[in-house]
């Protein structure tokens, strides 16, 4: 019989990935913040719980995806947390992207009541949450890792144990630094490709498959000629992020140039009341700049 999960935040990640555990047959206890965002859940099979304590007294694996290091200390550690209704030998998988410092900290915690802990964040947007084919990059141990394995395939494509608890924290700002610096070279080429008078559409049909082609410019490329600025990933998520990664980098002395560029971008963009659009909206940083627009709403 596969293991009980229960399964903490409904926002735009974590409802597609609790959605794929219920189709892949897994027994699904859910809690949200805002109860409302579980509906459709309960209408596709899955209970739900009324705080996260009695959540975990309900599952073997506990999952959790929410917004920042203090809401997941709140939902594991706090006074109605995971770590006061779970079991000896429950196993705690945090997907959401927070410090890999408060990560090594939680999972001492958790181990003082024989509570394991992966840290397992994910790279791949709203869409590949829906799809089942995230890129998930976990620290924790090799065991807890293959007890993980079946939740973790009905939610990712891409599976990398990366090493200890922190150690998946630390891969997803790597990651994160890739994502932001990728989408300023976007904004940077193709306003100069609209500056210099050439189709945008076939710019991007030529050097989406060579050398440059990324799945930023693949994937959001294509949204911003068509000035679409629904979020995969908001600018306030992002910028959280960002905010983890220029800590993390300030702690072990290494220059994040980039990162520091396009999170001073991103605030420019969240004073002007944008912070809740996509993380490609970065563009309209550039092109307040500029003076001119990329592509044209259709």
Same mark, same amino acid.
Not at 18 to 42: C, E, P, Q
Not at 110 to 136: F, H, N, Y
Not at 177 to 193: D, G, R, W
């Given at each position: 019989?596969?293991?009980?999960?229960?399964?903490?935040?409904?926002?735009?990640?974590? $409802?597609?990935?609790?959605?794929?555990?219920?189709?892949?047959?897994?027994?699904?206890?859910?809690?949200?913040?805002?109860? @409302?965002?579980?509906?459709?859940?309960?209408?596709?099979?899955?209970?739900? =719980?009324?705080?996260?304590?009695?959540?975990?007294?309900? &599952?073997?694996?506990?999952?959790?995806?929410? @917004?920042?290091?203090?809401?997941?200390?709140?939902? !594991? !550690?706090?006074?109605?947390?995971?770590?006061?209704? =779970?079991?000896?030998?429950?196993?705690?998988?945090?997907?959401?992207?927070?410090?890999?410092?408060?990560?090594?900290?939680? =999972?001492?915690?958790? /181990?003082?009541?024989?509570? =394991?802990?992966?840290?397992?964040?994910?790279?791949?947007?709203?869409?590949?949450?829906?799809?089942?084919?995230?890129?998930?990059?976990?620290?924790? &141990? /090799?065991?807890?890792?293959? $007890?993980?394995?079946?939740?973790?395939?009905?939610?990712?494509?891409?599976?990398?144990?990366?090493?200890?608890?922190?150690?998946?924290?630390?891969?997803?700002?790597?990651?994160?630094?890739?994502?932001?610096?990728?989408?300023?070279?976007?904004?940077?080429?193709?306003?100069? &490709?609209?500056?210099?008078?050439?189709?945008?559409?076939?710019?991007?049909?030529?050097?989406? +498959?060579? /050398?440059?082609?990324?799945?930023?410019?693949?994937?959001?490329?294509?949204?911003?000629?068509?000035?679409?600025?629904?979020?995969?990933?908001?600018?306030?998520?992002?910028?959280?992020?960002? $905010?983890?990664?220029?800590?993390?980098?300030?702690?072990? +002395?290494?220059?994040? !140039?980039?990162?520091?560029?396009?999170?001073?971008?991103?605030?420019?963009?969240?004073?002007?009341?944008?912070?809740?659009?996509?993380?490609?909206?970065?563009?309209?940083?550039?092109?307040?700049?500029?003076?001119?627009?990329?592509?044209?709403?259709?």
């Amino acid at each position: 019989m596969s293991e009980r999960i229960g399964y903490i935040g409904l926002g735009i990640m974590g $409802r597609g990935m609790a959605h794929n555990l219920l189709k892949a047959g897994f027994a699904l206890t859910v809690w949200n913040r805002t109860a @409302s965002k579980a509906d459709d859940l309960v209408a596709a099979g899955a209970q739900v =719980a009324s705080s996260p304590r009695e959540l975990a007294a309900q &599952a073997d694996i506990i999952i959790s995806c929410v @917004s920042d290091t203090p809401d997941v200390q709140a939902v !594991l !550690l706090g006074e109605d947390g995971v770590i006061h209704g =779970a079991k000896s030998g429950s196993l705690v998988i945090d997907m959401s992207t927070i410090s890999p410092q408060a990560t090594r900290d939680i =999972a001492a915690a958790l /181990a003082e009541r024989q509570i =394991a802990m992966l840290d397992a964040p994910v790279s791949g947007g709203s869409e590949g949450a829906a799809k089942g084919t995230l890129s998930i990059m976990i620290g924790g &141990a /090799a065991d807890d890792v293959a $007890r993980a394995l079946p939740a973790l395939q009905a939610m990712g494509k891409t599976i990398t144990h990366v090493g200890e608890n922190g150690a998946g924290q630390t891969v997803k700002l790597a990651n994160q630094i890739l994502v932001v610096v990728n989408m300023l070279a976007v904004s940077e080429a193709l306003l100069f &490709a609209q500056a210099s008078g050439v189709d945008l559409e076939k710019t991007l049909s030529a050097v989406t +498959g060579g /050398a440059a082609g990324s799945w930023m410019l693949a994937n959001r490329g294509p949204q911003v000629l068509k000035r679409d600025w629904r979020p995969g990933f908001t600018i306030d998520l992002q910028q959280k992020d960002l $905010r983890l990664v220029l800590e993390a980098a300030d702690q072990v +002395g290494a220059p994040a !140039l980039g990162s520091a560029m396009a999170f001073n971008y991103y605030r420019v963009l969240q004073q002007a009341g944008l912070g809740h659009e996509g993380n490609h909206a970065l563009i309209k940083a550039f092109e307040r700049l500029a003076g001119f627009e990329v592509g044209k709403a259709e």
